[in-house]
């Protein structure tokens, strides 16, 4: 009998969350552990700024290459896509370790005043900053007399 490990639910669903627990440790001390948790939200930080002449957008994107990011504007609305496709391959003596990974995500801002020409955008450390300018409208308020 002193062989013997009783089962039941709970010790399952026990050992089934400390699972969990043990990866998010593996995760943790992983390089890559920040720039992979950012990327389980689906998401990514982004800021809009305006001042008078345009529209500044800084979108946090650390670890992502300037090929995996596609940057669209259509009719005011400015859409940031990321997809990103990653293979790993390591082979030491009779050890073989591969993985793939894809993970992708998209944000999108109506600006309605944006001029779809002129437009900048620049990767520099993990951030990418947009620059939109708006559209002149030269129209200014006028006074209506009611009648």
């Known amino acids: 009998m002193a062989g013997l490990i009783p089962f039941n639910r709970r010790n399952s669903i026990l050992s089934r969350e400390f699972g969990n627990f043990y990866n998010m440790i593996d995760d943790f001390f992983n390089s890559n552990w920040p720039y992979e948790r950012s ?12 001042d008078d002449k345009e529209y500044l957008i800084e979108a946090e994107l650390p670890g992502i290459d300037k090929k995996d990011i596609s940057l669209e504007v259509n009719e005011g609305r400015v859409t940031i896509s990321v997809d990103r496709k990653e293979e790993i391959s390591e082979e030491k003596d009779n050890y073989i370790h591969r993985e793939r990974r894809h993970s992708s995500m998209c944000r999108s801002v109506y600006l309605a005043d944006a001029e779809d020409e002129g437009i900048k955008a620049n990767l520099d450390n993990g951030i990418l900053k947009i620059s939109v300018p708006k559209k002149d409208s030269g129209r200014k308020a006028r006074r209506i007399e009611i009648e």
């Open 39 to 50: 990327f389980l939200q689906g998401s990514f930080r982004m800021d809009v700024r305006e």
